[in-house]
């Protein structure tokens, strides 16, 4: 029996969070049932969205080898990342357009902190979450670090971030429909930019994340086809 959306959406998030705790607040969730809990999310995800088996192949070895360093963080960015982009699809095709908005906003957030943890530069993401900065220095201090580093694309990874977040935090409910309905729709596409550049930087950086970037790519390419 097909899984509803709802029910879905509830399960991916109260999974995530908890392979969040246990990667970076040192929660003691038993590893094999995550990890059993996970791959099956991965796998209606990859049912819901329609996404040809990727995302659930994607996943499987890196849930399987959950505890081995790497693996967990990977699967975090894999799973939560694609479900947060593809929700955002789902919520626009129900004409919640502040909502889908909301979730890519999430999403590109949650890429930058990744770009950060991997880039050397932790410290601005604490800074930002800790109400020193608003997104738009943070993202530009990020920006401004990895330009020496030969990130030719960071001032427009900066500026995407920054629309896509801003879309969500400042969004205008007194626009009209259409108006709204093109808003959400940059955002996701936006959104997925966000996803496969930070990938792409990350990977230039030496520091790539645990999972095929090609196969990547065509996940968050079939999820923006959505709309």
Known sequence: ?????????????????????????GAKERGSALASALLKDARDADAFLRLGGLLRKSAEP????????????SLFELLDH???????????????????????????GSASIGVCANAGCFEFVEEWEGGKVEFDPYAGKLAAFLEPKGVLDAPQFKRMLTAVYNFGMN???????FEQ????????AGGGWCLLTAVSIREMLGAAPRFSSSDYAKIVDRIVARL
């Open 1 to 25: 029996m097909a899984v509803s959306f709802s029910a879905l959406d509830k399960r991916i998030e109260r999974d995530t969070r908890a392979l969040h705790d246990f990667l970076w607040q």
């Open 62 to 73: 890196l849930a399987k080898g959950l505890e081995k360093s790497g693996n967990g963080e």
């Open 82 to 108: 694609t479900w947060g982009l593809g929700s955002a699809t789902v919520l626009a095709s129900k004409k919640d357009y502040r909502g889908a908005a909301g979730r890519a906003k999430e999403v590109v």
């Open 171 to 177: 969004w205008n409910g007194a626009a009209s429909q």
């Open 181 to 188: 309905a093109l808003a959400a729709r940059a955002a996701i």
